[in-house]
């Protein structure tokens, strides 16, 4: 499957400062992503840390902390892993999920559901 990319804004709760790029869409990893030092200029606040397993089967902790998350004009909430500084920003499918967005696998476009699941 090809890369899929969105432009995302990543803010902390209650504060005003955001951080926009372009987001790498992984429906292979469950929480977000972005560099710390891009989250740390925005005052997003480490709440904590995770176990996660990278692509090539290592597991590696990465702190983790609590943001608003825009793109394609739905805004959520949710988990925003503190990549190291210059890694690229990725979008995780939790976030993707939450507002009734999927990954198109013929198109490898980003398509809405008609309707999010509730059962």
Do not use: N
């Not at 429906?27 to 709440?47: F, H, N, Q």
């Amino acid at each position: 499957m090809g890369l899929t990319r969105v432009t995302a804004r990543l803010s902390g709760l209650g504060a005003a400062d955001s951080y926009e790029a372009v987001f790498l869409v992984d429906t292979g990893a469950v929480d977000s992503m972005a560099p710390a030092d891009e989250l740390e200029k925005i005052g997003v606040e480490r709440e904590g840390s995770m176990s996660y397993e990278l692509a090539d089967g290592t597991v590696k902790q990465y702190p983790y902390g609590l943001v608003r998350i825009e793109f394609m004009g739905e805004t959520t909430a949710g988990r925003v892993i503190f990549g190291d500084p210059g890694s690229e920003p990725l979008l995780g499918v939790t976030a993707l999920e939450s507002v009734g967005i999927m990954v198109d696998p013929a198109s490898k476009t980003l398509k809405r559901l008609p309707a999010i699941p509730l059962k």
